[in-house]
């Protein structure tokens, strides 16, 4: 087969828009599992090294899906060749997910080879798709050496343990992390510009927007089977679920109301989509991470919400809150340019309520930060409104 015939059978075509394919919903079920997953992780492990261990293991999902997202806004999901790849992505995805609980004990090297395999994995198979003369091939290749360099310092964490592990991990993840930051700089082999990347920008933004609405649909999860789990209901049981189920309401209006189809128009015309297309990754994966821990405030509400407001409880119900906000004022700063102010309202009343929280329930907490989150939401919902109709005038 001609070089200009496979690449032409592997690539996308850029003379439409790329629509998500079956293949990339399908492919992000997985993840819904992962998302789970990490939530119960961290709603058993409610302690300073707990939460940085839940970090590291998120930032490693979030790279397998990142990745992944790109590579399938270059490459057609439709060929059999990459629809191959994207489905052994899928099966060690469940693998490094079922792994997950046990990653910081006895599956550390199962959890860490399955990460690398996905990494190191997809980046050769797309290498030897496109051929040695392909405009992308510099690219995947300095792409491969980051991913090698990264795998060592996950395989020698698996065979670590305790803070060792953890170090050696977080020593992987940077890797991955800051090569993009440097245009995959490499020793011996160059560098790249985010101008190289020519992704289909409302695609990179579908995805982003579906992989929100996974995470959300486990916070729904999370505060449905806490409630199922009582085996009466009373009023208070069921001001809980309201308390739940209001937050993630309050979350998906912020990111969809307005801010998803801004984003999507900004990156479809911007000038260097794959830059724009990077801060959308880099903002996504704090703003995802604060639904996460947002869905384990939702089940400690439910099933704890008589008790007094311990510290290990206040970092899930106000800190998923505060990096939910941050992590979504940063994604709108990248689409409009400025930080919306009704974000950092929130995040000063999360502030003051931290401070007089230890002396109240967790329901209380709860209800609290759920006030001020759909504050927030109500407030951004009614200065876009207006702005939106000071332009159509």
């Known amino acids: 087969m001609s070089h200009d015939h496979r690449r032409a059978t592997t690539l996308r075509s850029r ?177 790249s510009l985010t101008s190289d990347w020519t992704i289909d920008g409302g695609n990179l933004a579908e995805r982003c927007q579906l992989f929100v609405i996974v995470a959300l649909g486990e916070s729904v999860l999370a505060t449905g089977i806490a409630f199922g789990h009582h085996a009466e209901w009373h009023a208070v049981d069921l001001f809980a679920l309201l308390v739940g189920f209001a937050g993630s309401l309050a979350m998906w209006w912020m990111y969809f109301d307005t801010s998803a189809k801004e984003a999507t128009h900004v990156i479809e015309h911007a000038a260097d989509p794959g830059g724009i297309g990077a801060k959308f990754h880099y903002t996504h994966v704090i703003l ?13 509400t439910i099933g704890e919400g008589s008790h007094h407001a311990e510290l290990k409880y206040l970092g899930a119900l106000i800190g998923g809150p505060a990096i939910y906000l941050f992590g979504n004022a940063l994604f709108k700063r990248v689409v409009r340019g400025f930080l919306p102010q009704s974000h950092l309202y929130g995040l000063g009343l999360l502030a003051v309520l931290a401070v007089f929280a230890s002396h109240m329930t967790v329901m209380a907490v709860g209800a609290v930060t759920t006030v001020i989150m759909i504050g927030v939401a109500a407030l951004e919902a009614v200065v876009r409104r207006r702005a939106l109709a000071a332009k159509t005038h």
């Open 288 to 300: 995802v991470a604060g639904i996460i821990v947002c869905a384990v405030a939702d089940e400690l």
């Open 15 to 191: 003379d439409q828009a790329a629509r998500v394919s079956n293949e990339e919903l399908f492919f992000d079920l997985v993840y819904a599992f992962s998302v789970t997953q990490l939530s119960h992780y961290l709603l058993d492990h409610l302690t300073l090294m707990g939460a940085l261990q839940t970090l590291v293991m998120w930032f490693a999902v979030w790279l397998g899906w990142q990745y992944t997202a790109w590579t399938t806004n270059w490459f057609d999901p439709g060929t059999l060749r990459v629809r191959g790849v994207l489905f052994g992505i899928m099966l060690l995805a469940m693998v490094m997910a079922s792994a997950l609980p046990g990653a910081f004990a006895e599956r550390g090297l199962v959890f860490a080879l399955c990460f690398v395999g996905i990494q190191a994995g997809r980046t050769l198979c797309m290498l030897v798709a496109i051929g040695p003369n392909d405009p992308l091939t510099p690219n995947f290749r300095r792409l491969l050496a980051w991913n090698c360099l990264a795998g060592a310092f996950w395989i020698a964490g698996g065979f670590a343990e305790g803070p060792v592990r953890l170090g050696l991990w977080f020593g992987g993840v940077l890797c991955e992390y800051i090569a993009p930051m440097i245009g995959l700089r490499f020793p011996g082999l160059g560098r």
